[in-house]
């Protein structure tokens, strides 16, 4: 039996998933109209999260962040069988998922941390990817289940937290990036170009292809061989801050960027790479 805790658009198509494969599952949310949904699936709800647990051999969290996790695992305890094992998918502080670890180990229960890298829609189809860390023993027996959730289940090693912490490490990525695609399309509109003329740009264009090769570039440390010097980057920056202005438009990230290259230009770096500007963060 399994159960799973947190309803919203991720937990819910994990729920349907599940039951798809011929899963028995109980689920239970705070509202409880979300988890109630589910029984037209085949899902049992719970208005009581104790009695939702009861009986499940797996526990599955798709929750808000550590305290949601804290709380809502201190109200089911009650109702865990010995010896439950408790699946946290939840984006979680590393700290948090090593603390939880080792308390429900205390307790008698193994606790994994499993953060994702999917939407509702991967979550339905059980495609996208899948993180864990820690006890190489524990990874192993739970393999299974977790692959057959997702498309691609990735194992950083025994270290508790890891898979935590390149969770939010991912999570950051997606933030800048799309943040960038923000400014780029607010560039976009400040000069007047079209939608149809960036999807023929980036059809034919892949800026995404050179991310392996531009983290090795940034982490080898050597900046001295350029491919874009920092000082004509910092030019182009500031006709993107130009052309923005002229039209009364905001730039989110950008602004932040040139700060950051005036600074590395100051301390002599202008006729390197432009990539120098992460130099303190691989130093």
């Known amino acids: 039996m399994i159960a799973f805790l947190g309803m919203g658009l991720l937990g819910s198509n ?13 689920v239970w949310n705070r509202t409880a109209a979300k988890a109630t949904a589910l029984e037209a699936d085949g899902a049992k709800a719970f208005a009581d999260v104790t009695a939702a647990v009861k009986g499940a051999d797996v526990v599955h969290l798709t929750l808000k962040d550590d305290s949601t996790v804290d709380e809502v695992l201190a109200m089911a305890a009650p109702g865990l069988q010995p010896g439950a094992v408790i699946i946290d998918h939840t ?13 429900w180990k205390a307790k ?13 829609q991967n979550a339905l189809e059980s495609t996208g990817y899948m993180l864990v860390s820690g006890d190489q023993a ?10 057959q959730m997702t ?9 508790e937290g890891r898979a935590a912490g390149m969770k939010l490490i991912g999570n950051s990525f997606l933030v800048t990036f799309t943040a960038g695609i923000a400014d780029m399309l607010a560039l976009a509109k400040a000069l007047q170009i079209p939608q149809d003329d960036l999807n023929n740009l980036f ?14 570039r940034m982490s080898t440390g050597v900046y001295d061989n350029p491919s874009w010097e920092l000082n004509m980057a910092r030019k182009d920056t500031g006709l993107f801050m130009e052309a923005a202005a002229k039209a009364g438009i905001n730039l989110a990230v950008i602004p932040a960027v040139a ?13 390197d790479d432009w990539s120098v500007i992460g130099k303190d963060a691989v130093s």
């Open 203 to 216: 059809a034919a264009w892949n800026p995404g292809a050179g991310l392996p090769a531009r983290m090795k």
């Open 91 to 103: 984006t979680t502080s590393a700290p948090g998922a090593i603390q939880r670890t080792r308390e």
């Open 138 to 147: 524990i990874v192993a027996k739970f393999e299974p289940i977790l692959s």
């Open 108 to 120: 008698g229960f193994t606790y994994l941390h499993a953060p994702v890298f999917m939407g509702p």
């Open 14 to 26: 994990f729920v349907k998933a599940l039951i798809k494969k011929g899963n028995q599952v109980q």
């Open 259 to 271: 700060q950051e290259m005036d600074r590395w230009i100051a301390k002599g770096h202008g006729n």
């Open 151 to 159: 498309g691609k289940l990735i194992n950083f090693g025994p270290e």
